[in-house]
């Protein structure tokens, strides 16, 4: 169940699997984040809800209604 924006996330996981779950992990986000991957440090564009950072494969998701910053993109895991 979809309860506005209030929902809070313990972990990049349960973000992730939100996000596919409701559809949105392919959805183009309205400008793209930086994201300095937290397992490689490489630095890279986040395009889409669920994007995986090119060097190392570490999956990422923001749900829509915090896409609007990269403080809240969280870390699901490598090839997650």
Avoid at 36 to 47: G, K, L, V
Avoid at 50 to 71: A, D, N
């Amino acid at each position: 169940m979809h309860n506005g924006c209030s929902g809070a996330y313990e972990s990049g996981k349960q973000i992730v699997d939100k996000i596919r779950m409701m559809g949105f992990n392919a959805t183009p986000l309205a400008s793209a984040l930086e994201i300095d991957c937290s397992n490689c440090d490489n630095h890279f564009h986040m395009e889409i809800m669920e994007s995986q950072c090119p060097s190392c494969g570490m999956v990422y998701g923001v749900t829509p209604c915090h896409s609007h910053s990269s403080e809240f993109a969280k870390a699901a895991g490598v090839n997650y």
